[in-house]
């Protein structure tokens, strides 16, 4: 992987902010957006355990997801198709480490809450009913409209991020 994608790949990870998962039940496919956070080639989210997409996710093996670039050009779309699984997290370090990683790329969380959304395990448990997931990626596909040929690539998302 050149050095140009791997800069726009990890800027489009640190900088994008949703993450639409897409999960389906008996024919029936649905998507969610979710703010995440990247950690350790894993992509971190909250959510409410009785939600369509993670009660839908439960009964799959795979499930998929994709971040993009937002932009008015068609050359300039840049993105991730993803395909993997997700897990609740309970790991108490873990938590924390993803807990203080969310609220720095949302800001806006701490100054609307205070310091209680780190101190507190259990804060977005009890205020918005929601638990810490994962999505484990086993297939990443980046897309890149701006080249010419070959604008869709398996990658390893450990070579760029």
């Given at each position: 992987m050149d050095n140009e994608i791997?800069?726009?790949?990890?800027?489009?990870?640190?900088?994008?902010?949703?993450?639409?998962?897409?999960?389906?039940?008996?024919?029936?496919?649905?998507?969610?957006p979710v703010y995440f956070v990247f950690h350790n080639q894993m992509f971190y989210f909250f959510s409410n355990e009785n939600s369509r997409h993670i009660q839908w996710a439960i009964n799959q093996q795979v499930v998929s997801a994709s971040i993009f670039h937002d932009s008015d050009k068609i050359d300039q779309i840049f993105g991730?198709?993803?395909?993997?699984?997700?897990?609740?997290?309970?790991?108490?370090?873990?938590?924390?480490?993803i807990v203080k990683a969310y609220v720095s790329k949302f800001n806006f969380?701490?100054?609307?809450?205070?310091?209680?959304?780190?101190?507190?395990?259990?804060f977005f448990l009890e205020k918005?009913?929601?638990k810490l997931y994962c999505f484990l990626p086993?297939?990443?596909?980046?897309?890149?409209?701006?080249?010419?040929?070959?604008?869709?690539?398996?990658?390893?998302?450990?070579?760029?991020?």
């Open positions: 791997k800069t726009k790949a990890k800027r489009l990870i640190r900088d994008t902010r949703v993450m639409t998962l897409a999960v389906s039940d008996k024919d029936i496919p649905w998507s969610s991730f198709q993803m395909s993997g699984r997700l897990e609740q997290v309970s790991q108490k370090v873990l938590h924390l480490t969380l701490k100054k609307t809450f205070g310091p209680q959304i780190i101190d507190n395990r259990h918005f009913k929601s086993n297939k990443i596909f980046l897309s890149d409209n701006s080249k010419t040929s070959g604008k869709r690539s398996e990658i390893d998302i450990k070579q760029c991020c």
